[in-house]
């Protein structure tokens, strides 16, 4: 074999070095994951920006390219992710169907749940199904991987496969093991929501944002994940950017509480602004009423247990739901507040058709709180009449 094939074969026809390769590799893994994150995600599951159409078609071929996801079904799949949350309808829950296998066998998982076509029309409308759609990227997918190996070894050589191959497990693993298995296990919450949600980390830069996976569930209209002053979100960063160019239109962001005071009593306002951030009122009304009460009593009470007065006993098991209830009943002024919180969130929670009705549960809950002589929760019913939404900032 000649010296020239050998070169051709080790280093392709660039002959790049470690540190181009190196370079070479994180830029296109991050490109990836922006198409992911700010296209499939963003833009098309969740509607929370619009991005100019040749920028959004770069990001289109990209994915297809990079990854052979189709945009419909990549959208289908994460909205019935979000409409059956923890249950067995949920296509990738650890909560179901365990953190190793989600973990592990995520892409088998979005396999699966690619495969569920009634699914995929339901919960997929609203995506490009232009001619290109129809006759290149939606009908051969793996066309794009394919073409995208053969350019890798052109250019690198078989260092240029080894790149790929590891560019093919990026967002499985990242997306589907990491966000979509230890989002739902393991870190912090900002907001108690009504899954199990987490953010992974305070600062979203490796994965596009995605770490801040607990406020992505809490408002997933928002363009913007991160949403405490500690927190860093690279793709809102690269949205700003395309935004100050023209490149890209923000439609929705977290809507931002405000409280007015001396409301004597809930009004339309009231019931606008809770039903829009009804988990930050939850946590507030953990953090504000019943966490204090704790400490006061200064009781011990397993973090699994403590959880549990978080949320309600959402996610706790049989067992450690009886032992809660036997702690409730010895703890009386715990058990009131217990009780009050799952009367708020059924209110908030049972969104009735008729306003009227849930805002006369709402008089009543917050009469009835103040009512019981708790300083806590008559602050919390009385601050909370007070609510109201701030305009809203997309600029």
């Known amino acids: 074999m000649s010296a020239s094939i050998l070169d051709f074969l080790t280093g392709g026809l660039l002959q790049a070095g470690w540190g181009a390769l190196a370079i070479y590799f994180l830029i296109a893994t991050q490109l990836t994951i922006f198409s992911v994150t700010l296209y499939l995600h963003r833009s098309q599951a969740h509607r929370a920006v619009d991005f100019h159409p040749l920028l959004a078609h770069v990001f289109r071929f990209w994915t297809w390219l990079s990854t ?130 987490t953010n992974l980390s305070p600062w979203g830069v490796w994965i596009g944002g995605e770490e801040l996976h607990n406020n992505h569930h809490a408002f997933p209209s928002s363009a913007k994940f991160a949403l405490r002053r500690f927190e860093v979100d690279i793709g809102w960063v690269a949205i700003r950017l395309f935004q100050s160019v023209g490149l890209a ?60 007065l978080a949320d309600g006993g959402r996610w706790l098991d049989e067992d450690k739901r009886q032992r809660l209830q036997a702690w409730l009943a010895e703890q009386p002024q715990l058990a009131q507040l217990a009780e009050f919180r799952a009367r708020l969130a059924q209110v908030l929670e049972e969104r009735s058709s008729d306003a009227q009705a849930t805002l006369t549960r709402l008089h009543a809950w917050c009469a009835e709180a103040e009512a019981t002589g708790n300083a806590a929760l008559r602050a919390f019913s009385m601050r909370m009449k007070g609510y109201a939404l701030a305009p809203s900032r997309l600029a």
């Open 249 to 308: 239109k923000v439609l929705r962001v977290a809507p931002t509480l405000d409280v007015r005071p001396n409301i004597a009593m809930p009004d339309g306002e009231t019931l606008r602004a809770l039903l829009a951030i009804r988990f930050q009122a939850m946590t507030d009304y953990y953090r504000t009423v019943t966490l204090p009460a704790l400490r006061d009593a200064k009781l011990r009470l397993p973090r699994a247990l403590r959880r549990g």
């Open 68 to 197: 052979g996801m189709v945009t419909r079904e990549w959208a289908a799949i994460h909205r019935k992710h979000h409409a059956k949350c923890e249950t067995e309808e949920d296509p990738h829950s650890p909560q179901i169907k365990g953190i190793g296998t989600v973990f592990w066998r995520g892409v088998e998982l979005y396999k699966e749940a690619r495969d569920d076509r009634a699914s995929i029309e339901q919960y997929g409308k609203g995506c490009p199904e232009d001619w290109i759609e129809r006759h290149l990227y939606s009908r051969f997918p793996t066309l794009g991987p394919t073409a995208y190996l053969l350019v890798s070894f052109t250019l690198f050589g078989f260092w240029g496969v080894a790149l790929w191959a590891m560019q093919m497990a990026w967002i499985p693993f990242w997306a589907a093991g990491v966000v979509n298995g230890l989002g739902h296990w393991w870190g912090y919450r900002n907001f108690e929501t009504t899954d199990t949600a």
